[in-house]
């Protein structure tokens, strides 16, 4: 089991930018496949990105504006969000990939508790 924090969420203008940071304790993060997922009040959670040891993921709605990092030795991984948009507004969580399709949070573990993002018109 690994246990992920994550930090970096806040109130931020259209267009603006944020870096959430999702820290690992307890296990090498840079074995692992981590993912980014978001959940806005009353819907589900969405898939955002993810990054194994060879490929990067990215949902098409973030793709082109969101970057997806690991830093092996802060044992750290990096979601960098440009460009951020109203309908980016949500509470982002990262988790630990176990089985499965990368895009479907059931196919994870160890989530993390969520940085909220609130994005302004």
């Known amino acids: 089991q690994v246990q992920l924090v994550e930090s970096g969420g806040g109130l931020v203008q259209a267009g603006g930018s944020l870096r959430l940071s999702c820290a690992a304790s307890g296990r090498t993060l840079s074995t692992y496949t981590i993912g980014w997922f978001r959940q806005a009040p009353g819907q589900e959670r969405e898939f955002v990105s993810a990054?194994?040891?060879?490929?990067?993921y990215y949902a098409d709605s973030v793709k082109g504006r969101f970057t997806i990092s690991r830093d092996n030795a802060k044992n750290t991984v990096y979601l960098q969000m440009n460009s951020l948009k109203p309908e980016d507004t949500a509470v982002y969580y990262c988790?630990?990939?176990?089985?499965?399709?990368?895009?479907?949070?059931?196919?994870?573990?160890?989530w993390g508790q969520g940085t909220q993002v609130t994005v302004s018109s």
């Open positions: 990054i194994s040891r060879g490929t990067i």
């Open positions: 988790a630990r990939w176990k089985l499965g399709s990368v895009f479907d949070a059931s196919s994870y573990d160890d």
